[in-house]
T-cell receptor
Framework: KAGVTQTPRYLIKTRGQQVTLSCSPI?????VSWYQQTPGQGLQFLFE???????NKGNFPGRFSGRQFSNSRSEMNVSTLELGDSALYLC?????????????FGQGTRLTVV | GDSVTQMEGPVTLSEEAFLTINCTYT??????LFWYVQYPGEGLQLLLK?????DKGSNKGFEATYRKETTSFHLEKGSVQVSDSAVYFC?????????????FGKGTRLSVIA
């Protein structure tokens, strides 16, 4: 069974640009969550999608957005990049509910903004 | 809101030493508790979990007990190996409030030397 796949693994962008990151969940998983990991702030929740609908949202500015497709693949977009957006972006997939639902993480996309 | 506090480290141990990483939590509901591990250059892997008070999660020689009275979920291992060197994250999900996202501690870096 294939795991969670995130592409690309590494990205370098310039301030002011926009970027799109992709996440393919485990087959059969309908929930995809995104997290930002930085040395200073640790792991912070961005948003969660379930069956193409945003179900939860963290405290990030509107420059951060996402979507989920009918095959459960998800993308997140960051517009008008800032230096502080440099981070490891992690995607996690799960079946989508209940106390025993386990989240499986991808290897992440490391974004560097210069 | 919900939060997780864990010892920040880094923790450096000799091979075969005993490991304890402390984790305490604050939650309004009745959360599920998790320990995740992150190896260099990788995403997060679920190490163990517990979903109710007095449950003991265990995996690969690691264990942690859900203590509701002390709101704690300390990670222990009797004899660490060099291959256990990684960053360990304590996390909770307050599933009584619906499908809430994972809330992570800051992470504890463990280095095991031969």
């Amino acid at each position: 069974k294939a795991g969670v796949t995130q592409t690309p693994r590494y990205l370098i962008k310039t301030r002011g640009q926009q970027v799109t990151l992709s996440c393919s969940p485990i087959s059969g998983h309908r929930s995809v969550s995104w997290y930002q990991q930085t040395p200073g702030q640790g792991l912070q929740f961005l948003f969660e999608y379930f069956s193409e609908t945003q179900r939860n949202k963290g405290n990030f500015p509107g420059r951060f957005s996402g979507r989920q497709f009918s095959n459960s693949r998800s993308e997140m977009n960051v517009s008008t990049l800032e230096l502080g957006d440099s981070a490891l972006y992690l995607c996690a997939s799960s079946l989508g509910g209940g106390r025993n639902t386990e989240a499986f993480f991808g290897q992440g996309t490391r974004l560097t903004v210069v | 809101g919900d939060s997780v506090t864990q010892m920040e480290g880094p923790v450096t141990l000799s091979e075969e030493a005993f490991l304890t990483i402390n984790c305490t939590y604050t939650a309004t509901g009745y959360p599920s508790l998790f320990w995740y591990v992150q190896y260099p250059g990788e995403g997060l892997q679920l190490l163990l979990k517990a979903t109710k008070a007095d449950d003991k999660g265990s995996n690969k020689g690691f264990e942690a007990t859900y203590r509701k009275e002390t709101t704690s979920f300390h990670l222990e291992k009797g004899s660490v190996q060099v291959s256990d060197s990684a960053v360990y994250f304590c996390a909770l999900s307050d599933t009584n409030s619906g499908n809430t996202p994972l809330v992570f501690g800051k992470g504890t870096r463990l280095s095991v030397i031969a």
